[in-house]
């Protein structure tokens, strides 16, 4: 089993839907959980953390997590053409991050 | 501006030949990372270090080499027992709070090894 899971797409979704992207992790000890965001060809960067049980919202973007299902997930509401890109989802282990796989994005106008 | 920066952006590489990557943060971040990237396959940890003089293998080490002279710098070296050094190399640093790894990273641009 991996240690963080994700469907790797693509996930196709219309201009202005909403985009669920989904992620599982196997350390039930885990407590940080990260979004990434990466454009073709670039680096990755940081969108969302969250660390609680529940949801946080930061515009467009909100992270869940339920540490019970070890799921966490991040939506996106009013998807743009601009936010195809692959997610990467991320879990702290001990001094390191874990990374998915990541999903693919894609949003069509 | 603060950052990473990560040279070169592009390198190709005859078979057998060792390459170092450079990787420099003004940041003032404790711990760096190296990460391999290839399609499909995420993010892959080589090597990372907490602390100056200080560094510890990743879950793909093998045919790589890391030091840790300066705060500011990490450089890698990919040597020629690397099986498969074509890839995308990422670098990246992360602050700590209250003595913590907090997890979020910041990263160069990458550097593109091709071996011809």
């Known amino acids: 089993q991996k240690e963080v899971e994700q469907n790797s797409g693509p996930l196709s979704v219309p201009e202005g839907a909403i985009a669920s992207l989904n992620c599982t992790y196997s350390d039930r000890g885990s407590q940080s959980f990260f979004w990434y965001r990466q454009y073709s060809g670039k680096s990755p960067e940081l969108i969302m953390f969250i660390y609680s049980n529940g949801d946080k919202e930061d515009g467009r973007f909100t992270a869940q997590l339920n540490k019970a299902s070890q799921y966490v997930s991040l939506l996106i509401r009013d998807s743009q053409p601009s936010d195809s890109a692959t997610y990467l989802c991320a879990v702290l282990g001990f001094q390191k991050l874990v990374f998915g796989t990541g999903t693919r994005l894609l949003v069509s106008p | 501006d603060g950052g990473i920066t990560q040279s070169p952006k592009y390198l190709f590489r005859k078979e057998g030949q060792n390459v170092t990557l450079s990787c420099e943060q003004n940041?003032?971040?404790?711990?760096m990372y190296w990460y391999r990237q290839d399609p499909g396959q995420g993010l892959r940890l080589i090597y990372y270090s907490q602390i100056v003089n200080d560094f510890q293998k990743g879950d793909i080490a093998e045919g790589y080499s890391v030091s840790r002279e300066k705060k500011e710098s990490f450089p890698l070296t990919v040597t020629s027992a690397q099986k498969n050094p074509t890839a995308f190399y990422l670098c990246?640093?992360?602050?700590?709070?209250?003595?913590?790894?907090?997890?979020?990273?910041?990263f160069g641009e990458g550097s593109r090894l091709t071996v011809l």
């Open positions: 990246a640093s992360s602050g700590h709070s209250s003595g913590r790894n907090t997890g979020e990273l910041f």
């Open positions: 940041l003032n971040h404790d711990a």
